[in-house]
């Protein structure tokens, strides 16, 4: 109980916050990403341009099929050396997010083909462009039918940004292996971490089904 | 000035190997009111849906008040804008309430003012009867009251010309003429309509002309006076025996 007692106070108390501080600012900013990302390769999916949709395939289908910790290291040393612009945590966030993105796409799609067609077509008929109809219509009414797989997005999001200790970013998990170094003792370090990660994943899941009760179509 | 409204020429098209529409010639003038009816299969929701190229046609011409169908696009969709669109099972949009429904197209397509197109849009509710339920979601409706709100949306355009398909077959009996009765009054303002629909009484008291169609053709146009009373053809002869008998 002492180790506990001294691990919540003092310096690594301090550590602790700044470190789920970060993992949840990195957290919100790159799923906010994502969800861009999603919904605009969902639309690029069901667009009538061939192009399009070749594209967001290819995108998602790469996305999805690499490892997350291989893009980190490839965003940030190989795009360190091909002039990519942005700082450690800014790069982890796009990372992130274009990774995160690619899952929503994904639900998205499936949330569409749930979207009965008729509402397409009356969305067409009174003259709505493309995006219209889709950003309007169709992504509103799918996103409602995917809320709980978006919901476990998010949570696979929140705990996929401790990959991003291995670029040096300070979030909660690289604070919790500098606690259990300084304290030699990783047990007691990670226990609190992985408590810490527990209310935060139990906290997102209740919050989740109140975004959920809210967007419900009344009937 | 006194131009058709629609003008198909020479319309055909496939489904793949299914010639769908065959050799289409159709003409409707302003302030008309033309039913199509017709088998099951026979091509009238498809005919309904290229004159707003919901359905790309694959030979012929469709002028809309005098200009062709243009091709997917911009102005593709300021034409559809003017072809209001009623469908048989209403579509009214899931997650809008009743009077979003209705203000969506004028607020996103005709660029109208959130109050300007409101009050358009109460005035509309008021017509076909449903101003009180303005604030509900189309779930809460019934089905008549649901296609009277699709009347409105379409109506809320300023269409040119009103496409309905089989506005009343989804619809349980007893809520059918209230449906009818709304068309009705439109037909009796003068609005130009196309209106596939099986309602013979509905025929005869608004339509100028029926049109019959079977298998993809249009085999026989007539008053409906002439058409249910004296059929020219052997196939309209049997299709009425059979609705008729039904
Ligand atoms: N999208 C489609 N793809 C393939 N076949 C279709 C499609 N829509 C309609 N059809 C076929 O075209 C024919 C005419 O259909 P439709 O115009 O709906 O007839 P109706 O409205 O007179 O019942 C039918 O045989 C139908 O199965
Ligand atoms: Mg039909």
Redesign the interface.
């Known amino acids: 109980m002492d180790r506990f007692a001294e691990i919540l106070s003092g310096p690594h108390l301090d550590l602790l916050i700044v470190g789920t501080r970060v993992t949840l600012y990195m957290a919100v900013l790159s799923y906010l990403l994502a969800f861009v990302m999603g919904n605009v390769l969902a639309a690029a999916r069901v667009s009538p341009i061939p192009v399009l949709q070749r594209a967001a395939m290819a995108y998602v289908s790469v996305f999805r099929n690499t490892p997350l910790i291989v893009l980190a290291f490839l965003f940030w040393y190989g795009g360190g050396r091909a002039g990519w612009p942005f700082g450690r945590l800014t790069t982890a966030i796009i990372v992130l997010g274009l990774y995160t993105g690619a899952y929503i796409a994904e639900s998205l799609r499936s949330g569409i083909n749930a979207v009965p067609p008729g509402q397409a077509e009356a969305a067409r008929a009174i003259g709505l462009p493309f995006t219209g109809v889709v950003g309007t219509i169709v992504l509103p009414q799918a996103i409602r039918t995917v809320i709980p797989p978006l919901g476990n997005l998010w949570i696979a999001n929140l705990k996929n940004s401790s990959v991003f200790l291995v670029i040096g970013i300070d979030e909660l998990t690289r604070a919790g292996r500098r606690i259990g170094h300084a304290l030699a003792d990783y047990t007691s370090a990670f226990i609190v971490v992985a408590l810490i990660y527990l209310a935060l994943v139990y906290g997102s899941a209740q919050l989740i089904k109140l975004i959920e009760r809210r967007l419900e179509i009344a009937r | 000035m006194s131009e058709p409204l629609v003008v198909m020429d020479g319309v055909n098209k496939w489904f793949g190997d299914l010639h769908v529409l065959q050799d289409i010639d159709l003409t409707v003038d302003r302030r008309e009111v033309v039913v199509v009816i017709g088998p099951s299969g026979s091509g009238k929701s498809t005919l309904c849906r290229t004159i707003?190229r919901?359905e790309p046609i694959d030979k012929g011409t469709i002028l809309i008040d005098g200009e062709p169908l243009p091709a997917?696009?911009?102005d593709l969709?300021?034409?559809?804008?003017?072809?209001?669109?009623v469908?048989q099972?209403f579509?009214?949009?899931?997650?809008k309430t009743i009077l979003q429904n209705v203000t969506?197209?004028p607020i996103?397509?005709r660029g109208k003012s959130k109050d300007e197109a409101e009050s358009r849009a109460m005035e509309l509710l008021e017509r076909v009867g449903i101003a009180e339920q303005a604030g509900?979601?189309p779930?809460?409706l019934s089905g008549g009251q649901q296609q009277r709100v699709?009347i409105a949306?379409?109506l809320a355009?300023d269409p040119k010309v009103m496409l309905f398909d089989e506005p009343t077959s989804a619809l349980d009996p007893e809520m059918i003429s209230e449906v009818l009765d709304v068309m009705l009054e439109l037909a009796r303002e003068g609005t130009t309509m196309v209106v596939v629909t099986h309602e013979m009484g509905f025929a005869r008291s608004a339509a100028q002309r029926v049109v019959f169609m079977d298998a993809g053709r249009i085999v026989e146009v007539n008053t409906p006076d002439e058409f249910f009373n004296n059929p020219q053809t052997d196939r309209a002869q049997d299709f009425l025996s059979k609705i008729l008998n039904h």
């Open positions: 707003n919901l997917e696009g911009k969709a300021r034409l559809r804008a003017d072809v209001g669109m469908f099972s579509n009214l949009f899931a997650h969506l197209g996103k397509v509900k979601m779930a809460q699709a949306r379409a355009m």
